[in-house]
């Protein structure tokens, strides 16, 4: 059965950090008057006769504290449906499900190594292919368009090199060849950046990283514009299952609560980073779009509120990797990001180490590469923890 769609309601409103706590949906429960939307477990709901329901059914179709969280989303991102599923995967799996055999996805060359494994290893059985596109170069993106092609998927900034593309062109362009845009929104979050507004048909989000904001959930999020698309992945929702729990729900909309002021401290810690990193001559590369130095600078600036609180670097030749990561004491080496705690990862082995290696070069994925999440810690200790290790690295 298809989801019944999200009751939207206007943005009451008029700044972003308020909607985040009073949105509709999630800033009382219209049952009991509680200003935390209580966790509706019940898998199943009462039908007065057979097919015949108010709002719910079954756990897999509708839940109360599920469809406030598809609400919240929906509203933030400025969409008239919103989606939840059990991980950013599933969610992604499920806008695959909207294209048949026989048609091409165009995603960009430097993209989560998650979303390249889905493509390459398991769309591939059912004939959706995938050409990757530098999506920095509108010409070449215009020039990728065949009769064949269904979808352009954007990360902006991408994982993890950075990069910026132009999100209103590309929205131009998809629109002019009437083909479906989706733009991954998990680094900016819409606090930051609304590709929904700038043109894009669906944004999908890793919730599992800033939204959630506290490295114990796993979630995925869509929110579109398009009613028609929304029905649809709403039906793909329903019949394959991937839905997110209720108390997940519940976790996902008290950490979206708090994200302006996480966000703000994120940015202003990952600003800092940034700059020590900038000018420290052990640093051969650094990746950051809210640098004025970077290529990326002015594409971000004129598309989003902030470069956010990811960037990559590399260590000039000679540095010893083991002995930077051991020399870490605060900054915890593990996947994911967007937690209040600053985490690192080396893509190359760890978040990316699906991508072939070949690839991977091509791209600009090197082995030295390095990326941190900048967590909300004091960034004194952050700046601290950074020097010890990078020394270590070359006197090791």
């Known amino acids: 059965m298809s989801q019944p769609e999200n009751k939207h309601r206007p943005v009451r409103y008029k700044e972003f950090a308020s909607s985040l706590i009073h949105a509709a949906g999630i800033s009382r429960d219209k049952h009991t008057g509680a200003v935390t939307l209580p966790i509706y477990f019940s898998s199943t709901f009462r039908q007065a006769q057979p097919a015949e329901f108010e709002n719910w059914e079954y756990i897999?179709?509708?839940?109360?504290?599920?469809?406030?969280?598809?609400?919240?989303?929906?509203?933030?991102e400025g969409g008239i449906t919103g989606l939840a599923f059990s991980s950013g995967m599933a969610a992604l799996h499920a806008?695959?499900?909207?294209?048949?055999?026989?048609?091409?996805?165009?995603?960009?060359?430097?993209?989560?190594?998650?979303?390249?494994?889905?493509?390459?290893?398991?769309?591939?059985?059912?004939?959706?292919?995938?050409?990757?596109?530098?999506?920095q170069d509108l010409s070449?993106?215009?020039?990728?368009?065949?009769?064949?092609?269904?979808?352009?998927?954007?990360?902006?900034?991408?994982?993890?090199?950075?990069?910026?593309?132009?999100?209103?062109?590309?929205?131009?362009i998809t629109q002019k060849h009437g083909i479906i845009s989706v733009a991954d929104n998990t680094f900016m979050t819409p606090y930051l950046q609304k590709p929904l507004?700038?043109?894009f048909d669906i944004v999908v989000h890793s919730a599992s990283k800033y939204l959630g904001g506290h490295s114990d959930l796993l979630a995925g999020l869509i929110a579109v514009k398009n009613k028609e698309i929304g029905e649809k992945l709403a039906y793909l929702q329903n019949a394959t299952g991937a839905v997110l729990a209720p108390f997940d729900c519940f976790l996902l909309q008290r950490g979206i609560k708090t994200l302006a002021v996480r966000m703000d401290r994120h940015i202003e810690n990952a600003t800092a980073v940034a700059e020590f990193l900038s000018q420290n001559p052990?640093?051969?590369?650094i990746y950051y779009p809210g640098l004025p130095s970077s290529p990326d600078y002015e594409t971000n600036r004129l598309q989003a509120k902030s470069?956010?609180?990811?960037?990559?670097?590399?260590?000039?030749?000679?540095?010893?990797?083991?002995?930077?990561?051991?020399?870490?004491?605060m900054i915890t080496l593990a996947e994911s990001l967007g937690g209040v705690e600053t985490l690192?990862?080396?893509?190359?082995?760890?978040?990316?180490?699906?991508?072939?290696?070949?690839?991977?070069q091509k791209t600009g994925?090197?082995?030295?590469?390095?990326?941190?999440?900048?967590?909300?810690?004091?960034?004194?200790?952050?700046?601290?923890?950074?020097?010890?290790?990078?020394s270590a690295a070359f006197d090791a």
């Open 365 to 390: 994925i090197s082995d030295n590469l390095i990326r941190l999440s900048v967590g909300i810690e004091d960034k004194k200790d952050i700046l601290a923890d950074l020097e010890r290790a990078i």
């Open 197 to 199: 507004k700038l043109g």
């Open 282 to 285: 052990q640093v051969a590369k």
């Open 60 to 76: 897999r179709s509708g839940n109360p504290t599920r469809d406030a969280i598809e609400e919240l989303i929906a509203e933030l």
């Open 140 to 172: 070449a993106v215009e020039a990728a368009i065949s009769p064949d092609v269904a979808a352009i998927f954007v990360e902006s900034p991408t994982n993890p090199l950075l990069t910026t593309c132009n999100l209103r062109e590309i929205a131009k």
């Open 95 to 135: 806008i695959c499900g909207l294209f048949k055999q026989g048609e091409r996805i165009i995603i960009g060359t430097s993209v989560y190594g998650g979303t390249f494994r889905l493509l390459d290893r398991v769309m591939s059985n059912f004939g959706i292919t995938y050409t990757q596109v530098d999506t």
């Open 307 to 329: 470069a956010g609180a990811m960037l990559s670097f590399e260590l000039r030749a000679g540095a010893n990797l083991r002995a930077f990561f051991s020399a870490l004491e």
């Open 344 to 360: 690192i990862c080396h893509p190359a082995k760890m978040t990316h180490a699906a991508i072939p290696p070949e690839i991977r």
